[in-house]
């Protein structure tokens, strides 16, 4: 059986955050663009709306919500301010090494305070050298006693400087690529981190990015997630979790796009007529909305494979690399749609335009996600038809 329809609790839920989005995002969403600076009063408010942590288990005092509830929620979210649902949303990327690999203790630790106030984990994979290539990381660890140390620079960590907590994969000999990263819970203040200057950059300027710099970091050996050498398990397990929200992110911009344009159309005239009186413009809304339609299922398949039948992995990759696609294809046509109107920040489609790249980037890139479809294809992959019979079979049926 095949249903879409959503709990009561889910469609509340849903509801909750389209308003949060509508009161605290869109009237704050071109100031901090234009500003840059950290959203901090309105991730305050996420929070006391309940919409940040969703996954964290009730044990831990969090929520305990499914991929599914969390995708619901970051599309409305990102439909409200790209940027700002990435800071709200790194919080959950941060904290799933820890639900994924994190013994009791860990979890007590360091899930639990994210539920109790506004505190922020981020996620430390990246570097200034490798992004795609995870297995490649070069940040060094040492055992040394009851500690490890770790030396290193990670690159284009969301939240950084406000972080209260780390998720850090290092590599304890980068010659053995995947068999030797170790993946470890960082606290901000632990002596020799530091982090860099805000970059400055295209979209989702509401967010923070920068370098996080570790020399001779001691990180407590309890706080090793999982067992040497997992680190790669974990980074990846993590991924196919998470992956699912990046493309209700996407599916969330691109309909904000679809409705920006859909307005504009019913009120620019060219050539004494309505934009909207033009097949052409009515053919690319409709193309907008088939889209999105596909974004939305490919994600809503990928979070009900993860959180009713398991492994992700494939229906994760190819919904981000799907709904990422038609982001920046259907904020393209939104600019596109408003003309010299579309390219200046007087109407929204101009930032949504410049949001919906990332999405093409960070979480595994779009080539990544086809790399992993493809191996699929070619050697995990079942045929439905089974054995191809021989086509050139110029005799007639003998039934
Ligand atoms: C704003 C922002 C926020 C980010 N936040 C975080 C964060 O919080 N934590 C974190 O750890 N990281 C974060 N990242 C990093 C992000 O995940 C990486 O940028 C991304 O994984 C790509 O890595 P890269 O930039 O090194 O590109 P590269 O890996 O150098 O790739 C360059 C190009 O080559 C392509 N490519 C790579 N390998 C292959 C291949 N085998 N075959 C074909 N094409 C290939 C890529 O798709 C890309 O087009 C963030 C990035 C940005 C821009």
């Not at 095949?2 to 989005?21: G, P």
């Not at 309909?255 to 004494?272: I, L």
């Not at 980037?361 to 479809?373: K, M």
């Amino acid at each position: 059986m095949i249903d879409f329809t959503l709990t009561k609790e889910q469609i509340e839920l849903r509801d909750r955050a389209r308003v949060f989005a509508q009161e605290y995002m869109l009237p704050y969403a071109h100031y901090y663009d234009k500003t840059g600076e950290f959203p901090r009063p309105i991730m305050q408010k996420c929070w006391e709306a309940g919409l940040m942590n969703l996954a964290i288990p009730k044990e831990y005092g969090g929520q305990g919500l499914g991929i599914l509830e969390q995708c619901l929620v970051v599309e409305e979210m990102a439909a409200g301010c790209a940027g700002m649902t990435t800071s709200i949303y790194v919080n959950s990327l941060g904290a799933e090494p820890i639900l994924v690999a994190g013994t009791d203790e860990q979890k007590k630790k360091y899930l639990r305070p994210l539920t109790e106030s506004l505190k922020f984990i981020s996620f430390a994979c990246s570097e200034p050298g490798m992004g795609s290539d995870v297995a490649g990381i070069q940040t060094l660890v040492e055992r040394d006693g009851d500690n490890y140390v770790l030396n290193g620079s990670k690159f284009w960590i969301t939240n950084a400087p406000h972080a209260d907590t780390f998720t850090v994969f290092a590599s304890r000999d980068p010659s053995k690529r995947h068999k030797a990263l170790c993946a470890f819970i960082v606290d901000a203040d632990s002596p020799g981190l530091k982090t860099g200057r805000p970059v400055e950059k295209m979209g989702h300027r509401a967010s923070t990015t920068t370098s996080v710099i570790l020399r001779d970091v001691k990180v407590p050996a309890e706080n090793l997630l999982g067992a040497e050498g997992e680190g790669f398990k974990i980074a990846m397990k993590t991924f196919s979790l998470t992956r699912p929200a990046i493309a209700a992110f996407a599916t969330g911009l691109a309909r904000s796009a679809m409705e920006y344009a859909r307005d504009y159309v019913g009120k620019r005239e060219v050539f004494g007529e309505k934009l909207l009186n033009f097949e052409v413009i009515q053919f690319k809304l409709a193309e907008m909305f088939m889209k999105i339609e596909a974004a939305r299922l490919m994600y809503l398949k990928a979070a009900w494979t993860t959180d009713f039948v398991g492994d992700s992995t494939i229906q994760a990759s190819a919904a981000k690399a799907f709904a990422t696609d038609v982001a920046m294809e259907v904020a393209s046509e939104a600019v596109q749609i408003h003309g010299g109107y579309g390219y200046i920040d007087q109407y929204p489609v101009e930032k949504l335009f410049r949001d919906a790249k990332l999405y093409q980037i960070y979480e595994g890139t779009s080539e990544v996600q086809r790399l992993i479809l493809a191996r699929h294809v070619l050697s995990g992959y079942e045929p439905a038809m089974g054995k191809i019979p021989r086509w050139y079979n110029n005799k007639p049926p003998n039934f």
